[in-house]
């Protein structure tokens, strides 16, 4: 199962961005958003499960980023963009995901190929 993701682009400091994930027809436990730039390790940003919709961030995006769904749709909204948001944002998603490995990448069979977020200063 390939994610589609989509969304990203180029924004001056401060502005907003907002990124889409989908698979069409599946549905997933969880589906959660990692970042990646350049010369650095892939990292946690955001989380939603499906059920019930508990949500999870990482404390660099808390109260600037906010995951949502919509049907087969995951959404990552992203304000008060910074320079150092500047990624490759994947979002993954599996069936079967459990809470306490939220956060790890291991835990998601089904990825995204990434969209670039690019914010200037």
């Known amino acids: 199962v390939q994610l589609q993701a989509s969304g990203g682009g180029l924004v001056q400091a401060g502005g907003s961005l907002r990124l889409s994930c989908t698979a069409p027809g599946r549905t997933f436990r969880r589906t959660t958003w990692f970042r990646q730039a350049p010369g650095k390790e892939r990292e946690f940003v955001a989380s939603i499960k499906w059920s019930g919709g508990f949500t999870a961030y990482a404390d660099s995006v808390k109260g600037r980023f906010t995951v949502s769904r919509d049907k087969n749709t995951v959404y990552l909204q992203m304000e008060m963009l910074r320079p150092e948001d500047t990624a490759v944002y994947y979002c993954?998603?599996?069936?079967?995901?459990?809470?306490?490995?939220?956060?790890?990448?291991?835990?998601?069979?089904?990825w995204g190929q990434g969209t670039q977020v690019t914010v200037s200063s």
């Open positions: 993954a998603a599996d069936p079967s995901v459990i809470d306490s490995s939220v956060a790890s990448q291991t835990a998601y069979r089904y």
